[in-house]
C-alpha cells in the first residue's frame, strides 16, 4: 500500500481516471454493437445512423487515449466497409 502522501493522491487520481476510461470504453462498445446490430439485421439507414454516432465516440476514445489512434480508425473503417456493402 502507499504510504507517503504524494503516492496515496496518485492512488486517488489513477482510480478517477480509470472510472472515467471505463465509462468511456464502454460508450464506444454500445456504439459499436449498435451499429454491428445493425448491420446484422440488414437496415442500412439505422445502421448509418448508428455509424453517425459511433465514429465519434471511436475517434474521441482515440483522442483521449483510452484506445490506439489507428485501432479506432480501423474499427470506423470496417464499420463502413460492412455497411457499404449493405447498399
Do not use: C, W, Y
Not at 9 to 20: D, G, L, N, P
Request: aromatic content about 0%.
Amino acid at each position: 500500500m502507499a504510504n507517503t502522501s504524494s503516492a496515496k493522491k496518485a492512488v486517488r487520481k489513477i482510480a478517477r481516471r480509470t472510472a472515467v476510461n471505463k465509462s468511456r470504453r464502454s460508450r464506444v462498445r454500445t456504439a459499436v454493437r449498435k451499429v454491428e446490430e445493425a448491420i446484422a439485421s440488414g437496415d442500412r439507414a439505422t445502421a448509418l445512423a448508428a455509424m453517425r454516432s459511433a465514429e465519434p465516440e471511436l475517434m474521441r476514445a482515440a483522442q483521449k487515449g483510452v484506445i490506439h489512434k489507428n485501432a479506432a480508425s480501423r474499427k470506423v473503417s470496417r464499420l463502413v466497409q460492412r455497411i457499404a456493402k449493405l447498399g
